[in-house]
């Protein structure tokens, strides 16, 4: 789910908004990081919508990636199908 309260590509900056605000949207980034970390730590499978809302895009951007590629710090590869659901598993890189 994308965040449009954040500052876009229009020209905005996260410099133009308040300390307050960029600390909060870093603690958000601290926690979804280590989200990823325990999803790929425990070996989780994760569906497309759950990886998508973990990345803040829409689902159809997670799909329409391909099999394998890199989200920051990890190997996203699509592992198998259950019904109509796609399975993800995380791989952290370094």
């Given at each position: 789910?994308?965040?449009?309260?954040?500052?876009?590509?229009?020209?905005?900056?996260?410099?133009?908004?308040?300390?307050?605000?960029?600390?909060?949207?870093?603690?958000?980034?601290i926690?979804?990081?280590?989200?990823?970390?325990?999803?790929?730590?425990?070996?989780?499978?994760?569906?497309?919508?759950?990886?998508a809302?973990l990345?803040?895009?829409?689902?159809?951007?997670?799909?329409?990636?391909?099999?394998?590629?890199?989200?920051r710090?990890?190997?996203?590869?699509?592992v198998?199908?259950?019904?109509?659901?796609?399975l993800?598993?995380l791989?952290?890189?370094?």
């Amino acid at each position: 789910m994308e965040n449009t309260d954040l500052p876009s590509s229009s020209g905005e900056s996260t410099e133009d908004l308040p300390r307050e605000v960029r600390v909060a949207e870093l603690r958000n980034v601290i926690t979804t990081l280590q989200m990823a970390d325990q999803i790929a730590e425990s070996g989780y499978l994760i569906t497309s919508s759950e990886l998508a809302d973990l990345m803040d895009v829409n689902a159809s951007a997670v799909t329409s990636r391909g099999d394998n590629w890199v989200w920051r710090n990890w190997v996203v590869s699509r592992v198998r199908r259950e019904g109509n659901q796609i399975l993800w598993q995380l791989e952290r890189v370094d």
